[in-house]
């Protein structure tokens, strides 16, 4: 019944830019903490960025700048967009929803590939 379904994932140059969206379903989405995590070859999964129903945002210091994370929650839709990217923004990218509190509820995505390479 849950699904997030993330598209948008590219083969795109250094210094070039991508749009991921994550489209949700089957969550009171506006109550849900979105999240963008990325994971590499060999390397743990890390937060990107992350925007709660309220609208605060918090990023890593490694995107801080260049990545913009936003929200529709009219089309339950997370949206990150990715300036300036570097090749070690390669990884695949997946999308979270986390409903905090006793619930415990978390939620992923299927993931889309990133790869910056000239």
């Known amino acids: 019944q849950v699904q997030l379904v993330e598209s948008g994932g590219d083969l795109v140059q250094p210094g070039g830019s991508l749009r991921l969206s994550c489209a949700a379903s089957g969550i009171i989405f506006n109550i849900y903490t979105m999240g963008w995590y990325r994971q590499a070859p060999g390397k743990q999964r890390e937060l990107v960025a992350a925007?709660?129903?309220?609208?605060?945002?918090n990023y890593a210091d490694s995107v801080k700048g260049r990545f913009t994370i936003s929200r529709d929650n009219a089309k339950k839709t997370v949206y990150l967009q990715m300036s300036s990217l570097k090749p070690e923004d390669t990884a695949v990218y997946y999308c979270?929803?986390?409903?905090?509190?006793?619930?415990?509820?978390?939620?992923w995505g299927q993931g889309t590939q990133v790869t910056v390479s000239s």
């Open positions: 979270n929803a986390n409903l905090p509190g006793p619930s415990r509820r978390n939620y």
């Open positions: 925007a709660t129903g309220g609208g605060s945002t």
